[in-house]
């Protein structure tokens, strides 16, 4: 697609040209050396101008996570390959410098901004004025919010992951009266609620009939036995159990409700973790702690550290979402946004002020059982990469 237009606009170049010389008047010899000196100086303030805009700006949240440099990664192969300039840029946690960045890449004549949101509400400022400036807005992975200033969405289905976390822990139960703990992303991130919202869906039913004991969250007790919440009380409870997406915070909150709790909490516990980088942390605060027989820690994105703890029996399982395949949406939708069309949606999320068009990817839960097959076999990792792989 990107072929075609680039041949068009030389056509028309090519074209501009040939009638340009045609009506133009011949100049005397000694007349055609100034103009062509004139010409020369010229040349490069245009050419200057040109390399100036950009066809996509993105911006992801921080180089601090692996999944964010993967990213970064595929988006600029992909992109290059394409013929597509691009500039990469990274918040590293800040909504002032995500602000920031948007408008370095306005102000370099961006056509198409990708945009992974720090604090998805803080973020509507910088959609704001990408739009303003006429720029396509694309919200990536995470839903920038209160504004309608977002023309797409692109997301992998973000109910499904809390639900198939869920549903691990469910299909690995036995019994009543099992402890259980929760956790969840950072509260200014949208995605943390819908991961919940997933996840609670699940488990509800298995808490209210007592299979299920929350051993971390008062809020969540005295919600349990409501099967649809509303984001206040989500709120609520995500307040008391939050990470945010943060090794050191998930540790040291898994360590303190350990010792909030009682040995009879413990014995064979099933924990709700966010994601693998929250699940590896808590998991080495519940592997040392004496009074835990046996655990079962969900987890997402399939990072290799991660797999390699899946297949060493020290995270129970992932939420796989390809991200080669949302970063190829992401890269889809942009390209048909450079070319005027409308990337088709699958969906929509509301953002508190518009129904925003969602570009959904599935997911794929991976155990032990599984992770040869699906992560190996299928070519997103190498077997080289990881020990103990049967």
Same mark, same amino acid.
Do not use: H
């Given at each position: 697609?990107?072929?075609?237009?680039?041949?068009?606009?030389?056509?028309?170049?090519?074209?501009?040209?040939?009638?340009?010389?045609?009506?133009?008047?011949?100049?005397?010899?000694?007349?055609?050396?100034?103009?062509?000196?004139?010409?020369?100086?010229?040349?490069?303030?245009?050419?200057?101008?040109?390399?100036?805009?950009?066809?996509?700006?993105?911006?992801?949240?921080?180089?601090?996570?692996?999944?964010?440099?993967?990213?970064?990664?595929?988006?600029?192969?992909?992109? =290059?390959?394409?013929?597509?300039?691009?500039?990469?840029?990274?918040?590293?946690?800040?909504?002032?410098?995500?602000?920031?960045?948007?408008?370095?890449?306005?102000?370099?004549?961006?056509?198409?901004?990708?945009?992974?949101?720090?604090?998805?509400?803080?973020?509507?400022?910088?959609?704001?004025?990408?739009?303003?400036?006429?720029?396509?807005?694309?919200?990536?992975?995470?839903?920038?919010?209160?504004?309608?200033?977002?023309?797409?969405?692109?997301?992998?289905?973000?109910?499904?992951?809390?639900?198939?976390?869920?549903?691990?822990?469910?299909?690995?139960?036995?019994?009543?009266?099992?402890?259980?703990?929760?956790?969840?992303?950072?509260?200014?991130?949208?995605?943390?609620?819908?991961?919940?919202?997933?996840?609670?869906?699940?488990?509800?039913?298995?808490?209210?009939?007592?299979?299920?004991?929350?051993?971390?969250?008062?809020?969540?007790?005295?919600?349990?036995?409501?099967?649809?919440?509303?984001?206040?009380?989500?709120?609520?409870?995500?307040?008391?159990?939050?990470?945010?997406?943060?090794?050191?915070?998930?540790?040291?909150?898994?360590?303190?409700?350990?010792?909030?709790?009682?040995?009879? =909490?413990?014995?064979?516990?099933?924990?709700?973790?966010?994601?693998?980088?929250?699940?590896?942390?808590?998991?080495?605060?519940?592997?040392?702690?004496? =009074?835990?027989?046996?655990?079962?820690?969900?987890?997402?994105?399939?990072?290799?550290?991660?797999?390699?703890?899946?297949?060493?029996?020290?995270?129970?399982?992932?939420?796989?979402?390809?991200?080669?395949?949302?970063?190829?949406?992401?890269?889809?939708?942009?390209?048909?946004?450079?070319?005027?069309?409308?990337?088709?949606?699958?969906?929509?999320?509301?953002?508190?002020?518009?129904?925003?068009?969602?570009?959904?990817?599935?997911?794929?839960?991976?155990?032990?059982?599984?992770?040869?097959?699906?992560?190996?076999?299928?070519?997103?990792?190498?077997?080289?990469?990881?020990?103990?792989?049967?």
């Amino acid at each position: 697609m990107k072929k075609n237009v680039w041949l068009k606009i030389g056509s028309l170049l090519v074209l501009s040209l040939v009638v340009l010389s045609a009506c133009a008047p011949v100049a005397p010899a000694e007349e055609a050396a100034p103009a062509e000196e004139e010409a020369m100086e010229e040349a490069p303030a245009e050419e200057e101008v040109m390399e100036e805009k950009l066809a996509v700006g993105i911006v992801l949240p921080t180089k601090d996570e692996p999944r964010w440099i993967q990213d970064e990664s595929r988006f600029r192969e992909a992109l =290059d390959a394409a013929g597509y300039d691009v500039e990469i840029l990274f918040s590293q946690g800040d909504s002032a410098v995500e602000l920031t960045n948007v408008q370095s890449l306005i102000s370099k004549g961006v056509q198409v901004l990708i945009i992974c949101p720090q604090d998805g509400t803080a973020a509507a400022a910088a959609a704001d004025q990408a739009a303003a400036a006429g720029v396509s807005v694309v919200s990536y992975d995470r839903l920038i919010r209160e504004t309608d200033a977002v023309d797409y969405y692109v997301t992998f289905d973000s109910i499904a992951v809390g639900a198939q976390q869920a549903q691990y822990l469910v299909d690995n139960v036995t019994g009543t009266g099992n402890p259980l703990y929760l956790y969840a992303g950072a509260a200014s991130d949208n995605n943390a609620f819908i991961f919940f919202e997933g996840a609670w869906g699940v488990l509800q039913p298995k808490i209210a009939d007592g299979t299920f004991v929350i051993k971390n969250s008062s809020e969540a007790v005295a919600l349990q036995d409501k099967a649809e919440l509303t984001r206040e009380e989500q709120s609520q409870i995500i307040g008391q159990i939050t990470t945010n997406w943060d090794f050191d915070d998930a540790k040291s909150l898994a360590e303190a409700n350990l010792t909030a709790t009682t040995a009879a =909490d413990k014995g064979e516990v099933f924990i709700l973790a966010p994601n693998d980088g929250t699940a590896r942390a808590i998991a080495d605060a519940f592997g040392v702690d004496p =009074d835990v027989t046996n655990f079962y820690v969900t987890g997402q994105d399939a990072e290799k550290a991660s797999v390699q703890y899946i297949i060493d029996g020290k995270q129970s399982m992932t939420v796989w979402k390809d991200v080669r395949t949302l970063v190829s949406d992401a890269i889809a939708a942009a390209v048909t946004l450079l070319e005027g069309g409308e990337p088709e949606a699958s969906g929509s999320y509301n953002n508190g002020a518009a129904d925003i068009p969602a570009i959904q990817s599935a997911v794929v839960t991976v155990d032990k059982d599984n992770v040869k097959e699906t992560l190996i076999d299928g070519g997103y990792y190498e077997a080289s990469e990881f020990t103990g792989l049967e």
